[in-house]
């Protein structure tokens, strides 16, 4: 199962939108609405922030926010702030009781 | 409150086995999978497997398959996760977390697992 594709890193000021993108393909993001979305400060856990494509757990700020079309979902994090500043991954179901995460976005606040 | 705190660091030789557990204290730990996350230094996450607490059924990523053992005792909410014929890239932090198609929503602090010569 081969890694969802991220760009490496991202960036944008305060107060800025900023879009990370997860390709995958029909096997996985395309093929099911089962794509999250984790951040991961240095050091920490990694902390999920979307769920089924654009669903937020309780807690996470409506700032953040996901999207799907065909094989490619994205987040979007809107009003950044300099705490928003992590590692952000995509992870997705890949069928078959198997899961498949991307290869990480650095995000950084100028 | 939900928590999965996980052992502590350990350091192996090459070609051991070690085992990595995760405790899943405040909510009830059968109703949930259990999945484990790998990190390299450096590098992103990569999904291990999981493992039904109810059942004790288990599905691994294919590049684990014949080396990865997970196992649950349930009479004090704790999984196990077991890596045989250590590598030297198999140092890396490994997480668990419960999951299910949804995400995984909840993480343990992460066991550092160091293997040197």
């Known amino acids: 199962q081969s890694a969802l594709t991220q760009p490496p890193s991202a960036s944008g000021s305060p107060g800025q939108s ?30 999920l922030m979307i ?15 996901g999207s799907k079309s065909g094989n490619t979902a994205s987040l979007t994090v809107s009003g950044l702030q300099a705490d928003d500043e992590a590692d952000f991954y995509c992870s997705s179901y890949a069928g078959s009781n198997n899961w498949v995460f991307g290869g990480g976005t650095k995000l950084t606040v100028l | 409150q939900v928590q999965l705190v996980q052992s502590g660091a350990e350091v192996k030789n090459a070609g051991a086995s070690v085992k990595v557990s995760c405790k899943a204290p405040g909510y009830t730990f059968t109703n949930f ?15 291990m497997g999981r493992i ?8 691994f990523a294919q590049k684990f398959q014949d080396r990865v053992t997970m196992t649950r005792d349930t009479s004090i909410s704790t999984t196990y996760m ?36």
Request: glycine letters at 14%; proline letters at 6%.
């Open chain 1, 18 to 47: 900023v879009t990370i993108s997860c390709t995958g393909s029909s096997s996985d993001v395309g093929g099911y609405n089962y794509v999250s979305w984790y951040q991961q400060h240095p050091g920490k856990a990694p902390r």
């Open chain 1, 51 to 65: 769920y089924e494509v654009s669903k937020r757990p309780s807690g996470v700020p409506d700032r953040f926010s």
């Open chain 2, 33 to 47: 999978y259990i999945h484990w996350v790998r990190q390299a230094p450096g590098q992103g996450l990569e999904w």
């Open chain 2, 52 to 59: 039904n607490p109810n059942s004790g059924g288990a599905n």
């Open chain 2, 82 to 117: 077991e890596l045989n014929r250590l590598r030297f890239d198999d140092t890396g932090i490994y997480f668990c977390a419960r999951g299910s198609t949804s995400g995984f929503d909840f993480w343990g602090q992460g066991t550092l697992v160091t293997v040197s010569s």
